[in-house]
């Protein structure tokens, strides 16, 4: 029953119908049947990130897993709300796993948020591709190119066409051809063209 459920909250969010997310949710609740990533993720979709708080603040602490902490921190740095990000992690940052170091990455590249996005980095053990490529997009929006170069130079996963687009549009966006210029022979390196 709950995969009918998470399958239709994914139709309703995908049309994006809030009446059809909130009556969606009463039948879930009426039934038992509530997963909270998923209404979390249909409201935000729906433009109602106050709903979607509400879903997870409506729940006993112990049932706020990392997964519906990570469905809320997806859905406020989509809605703009970056700073409460970093707060809804505050103090679990051991608990983070590879997604939710993403989203937390991503939403301080979004807001320009470069030393939490450095701190929050910096406590990962081992970063995989798509953390590097939020670091970069996040220095690439700061207008430190060089700095989001020298990330890829030195990064332990193998560089991808994706971060390369990333760093060849901060480049571009702040007239940084010098920098491109290197990215260019870093790709052909990669075996990247």
């Known amino acids: 029953?709950?995969?009918?459920?998470?399958?239709?909250?994914?139709?309703?969010?995908?049309?994006?119908?809030?009446?059809?997310?909130?009556?969606?949710?009463?039948?879930?609740?009426?039934?038992?049947?509530?997963l909270v990533p998923s209404l979390i993720q249909a409201y935000s979709a729906c433009g109602d990130p106050t709903s979607a708080r509400s879903v997870f603040d409506g729940l006993p602490a112990q049932e706020?897993?990392?997964?519906?902490?990570?469905?809320?921190?997806?859905?406020?740095?989509?809605?703009?709300?970056?700073?409460?990000?970093?707060?809804?992690?505050?103090?679990?940052?051991?608990?983070?796993?590879?997604?939710?170091?993403?989203?937390?990455?991503?939403?301080?590249?979004?807001?320009?948020?470069?030393?939490e996005g450095r701190e929050v980095f910096a406590r990962v053990r081992r970063p995989a591709l798509q953390h590097y490529t939020c670091m970069v997009e996040m220095l690439g929006r700061a207008g430190k190119v060089e700095e989001?170069?020298?990330?890829?130079?030195?990064?332990?996963?193998?560089?991808?066409?994706?971060?390369?687009?990333?760093?060849?549009?901060?480049?571009?966006?702040?007239g940084r051809v010098d920098v491109a210029e290197r990215v260019a022979r870093l790709m052909h390196g990669h075996g990247i063209a």
Do not use: N
């Open 64 to 115: 706020q897993t990392l997964s519906a902490r990570t469905a809320l921190a997806s859905a406020m740095s989509a809605h703009g709300r970056c700073q409460d990000v970093l707060v809804l992690f505050l103090g679990r940052e051991g608990e983070m796993d590879d997604k939710a170091v993403t989203v937390v990455l991503a939403a301080c590249a979004r807001a320009r948020m470069v030393s």
């Open 148 to 174: 989001a170069e020298g990330l890829v130079v030195r990064m332990e996963a193998r560089p991808d066409r994706v971060i390369f687009a990333v760093l060849l549009a901060a480049c571009r966006v702040h």
């Open 1 to 34: 029953m709950r995969r009918h459920y998470a399958a239709l909250l994914r139709r309703a969010a995908s049309l994006p119908s809030l009446p059809l997310v909130a009556s969606l949710h009463a039948a879930a609740l009426r039934r038992g049947a509530v």
